[in-house]
């Protein structure tokens, strides 16, 4: 089967675009595995398919797969690259474009700048929406903001713990750049407070306005950036006390801008979204 594809980045967090509006996705996990696979397909850190919406709510839907071929429920960095790839497809001209996902309806919308503002909804910290069993995990309180103790990596990792449409620890450290971030984000795939596994981010705050991350994502390892972990970083940074309501937080592959005004309020997301290149695979 020929596959016709769009490859994308959003801060170098990148992305394989397929268009399914006419026709139905049908490739196995271990096609998708072998589509984003930087060796032997065209590689991406995630494939996202464009899909006709399930409810008259939404413009579009569309569906996020991970390297490792399984399907999660957000991506902000994807989000933002939706936008521009669905407007490139002459799908559609708005600028602001309501996007059903596995966690309900996003709304990004392209800037005059060129970068894409998402609205991701507000955060949840119920445990339950995080997929995290509490029993027995100790927990203690900064300013806002309930901090978890989990192990991972040899050693105790004190973690903010909080939904963005997926599952997300934040730890603050002192060096995000220079943290040793593979050990402990791989640990915490195993640890059997996370149902669903996690997304684990390392958080260096800089000052109130600015900060840098890195994060390690479940089912793909580090990425050059992660959207929805920008913003789980942030609001948690924002709960600790440490930031003001808007962030910028520098991550390896670009800057990405975060804005939140507290609890049961929307998480804003801005940042760039560019198309690469354009072709055709064999599957």
């Given at each position: 089967?020929?596959?016709?594809?769009?490859?994308?980045?959003?801060?170098?967090?990148?992305?394989?675009?397929?268009?399914?509006?006419?026709?139905?996705?049908?490739?196995?996990?271990?096609?998708?595995?072998?589509?984003?696979?930087?060796?032997?397909?065209?590689?991406?850190?995630?494939?996202?398919?464009?899909?006709?919406?399930?409810?008259?709510?939404?413009?579009?839907?569309?569906?996020?797969?991970?390297?490792?071929?399984?399907?999660?429920?957000?991506?902000?960095?994807?989000?933002?690259?939706?936008?521009?790839?669905v407007r490139d497809e002459g799908l559609t001209d708005k600028r602001r474009i309501l996007c059903e996902t596995m966690r309900?309806?996003?709304?990004?919308?392209?800037?005059?700048?060129?970068?894409?503002?998402?609205?991701?909804?507000?955060?949840?910290?119920?445990?339950?929406?995080?997929?995290?069993?509490?029993?027995?995990?100790?927990?203690?309180?900064?300013?806002?903001?309930?901090?978890?103790?989990?192990?991972?990596?040899?050693?105790?990792?004190?973690?903010?713990?909080?939904s963005m449409g997926n599952p997300h620890a934040v730890k603050i450290v002192g060096d995000a750049m220079g943290a040793e971030?593979?050990?402990?984000?791989?640990?915490?795939?195993?640890?059997?407070?996370?149902?669903?596994?996690?997304?684990?981010?390392?958080?260096?705050?800089?000052?109130?306005?600015?900060?840098?991350?890195?994060?390690?994502?479940?089912?793909?390892?580090?990425?050059?950036?992660?959207?929805?972990?920008?913003?789980?970083?942030?609001?948690?940074?924002?709960?600790?006390?440490?930031?003001?309501?808007?962030?910028?937080?520098?991550?390896?592959?670009?800057?990405?801008?975060?804005?939140?005004?507290?609890?049961?309020?929307?998480?804003?997301?801005?940042?760039?979204?560019?198309?690469?290149?354009?072709?055709?695979?064999?599957?």
């Amino acid at each position: 089967m020929e596959l016709r594809f769009t490859k994308m980045q959003g801060a170098g967090n990148d992305f394989v675009m397929i268009n399914a509006w006419n026709a139905p996705f049908e490739l196995t996990r271990d096609e998708i595995r072998r589509l984003c696979d930087r060796r032997f397909g065209v590689g991406c850190d995630q494939l996202l398919v464009v899909e006709r919406p399930q409810t008259d709510k939404a413009d579009f839907k569309y569906r996020i797969f991970n390297q490792d071929g399984g399907e999660v429920e957000m991506c902000g960095n994807g989000a933002r690259c939706f936008a521009v790839f669905v407007r490139d497809e002459g799908l559609t001209d708005k600028r602001r474009i309501l996007c059903e996902t596995m966690r309900g309806i996003i709304a990004p919308e392209v800037c005059d700048d060129g970068r894409v503002t998402v609205d991701m909804g507000a955060p949840s910290f119920a445990p339950a929406d995080c997929g995290f069993v509490t029993d027995g995990i100790s927990h203690l309180t900064r300013a806002a903001d309930t901090l978890w103790q989990i192990r991972a990596g040899g050693e105790d990792n004190w973690v903010s713990v909080l939904s963005m449409g997926n599952p997300h620890a934040v730890k603050i450290v002192g060096d995000a750049m220079g943290a040793e971030i593979e050990a402990v984000g791989a640990d915490f795939q195993k640890h059997p407070a996370f149902v669903n596994r996690v997304n684990v981010g390392f958080l260096e705050p800089v000052d109130r306005t600015h900060a840098r991350l890195r994060v390690y994502e479940r089912g793909v390892g580090e990425t050059l950036a992660c959207g929805t972990g920008a913003c789980a970083a942030a609001v948690a940074g924002m709960r600790r006390g440490v930031f003001d309501e808007t962030v910028d937080i520098q991550m390896k592959g670009g800057l990405l801008t975060i804005a939140w005004q507290g609890e049961d309020k929307s998480v804003f997301l801005t940042g760039p979204a560019e198309i690469v290149f354009k072709g055709v695979i064999s599957v």
